[in-house]
Nanobody
Framework: VQLQASGGGLVQTGDSLRLSCAAS????????LGWFRQAPGKEREFAAA????????SYANSVKGRFTISRDDAKKTVYSQMNSLKPEDAAVYYCAADTYGVDPTGDDRDYDYWGQGTQVTVSS
């Protein structure tokens, strides 16, 4: 399974971005999918996740109410709609796939496949 993240860029505080992560190979529809992020000098942290059916989503408290994760299995793509962006949201964003798709876990150790990351920069 290969994951390709895109959609990052430079925005201003309060702006929106939509990240995409396209998958190739594997039974995409059975995977839970997640977005994680890593800012310079910090550990990678969980942002959002969605289970295999899209019926359950989980979010980090820091993004709840501003970020929305969704999936389109026909396109083998997971999205992260990010609104009201803040400077503290600046990071490299990674998508990941968990072959145990039932629970949208926030633990990066549960994920089996990772994309290469896309940079999000938020200016104040």
């Amino acid at each position: 399974v290969q994951l390709q993240a895109s959609g990052g860029g430079l925005v201003q505080t309060g702006d929106s971005l939509r990240l995409s992560c396209a998958a190739s190979g594997g039974p995409f529809g059975s995977y839970a999918l997640g977005w994680f992020r890593q800012a310079p000098g910090k550990e990678r942290e969980f942002a959002a996740a969605i289970n295999w059916s899209g019926s359950f989503k989980s979010y980090a408290n820091s993004v709840k109410g501003r970020f929305t994760i969704s999936r389109d299995d026909a396109k083998k793509t997971v999205y992260s709609q990010m609104n009201s962006l803040k400077p503290e949201d600046a990071a490299v964003y990674y998508c990941a796939a968990d072959t145990y798709g039932v629970d949208p876990t926030g633990d990066d150790r549960d994920y089996d496949y990772w994309g290469q990351g896309t940079q999000v920069t938020v200016s104040s």
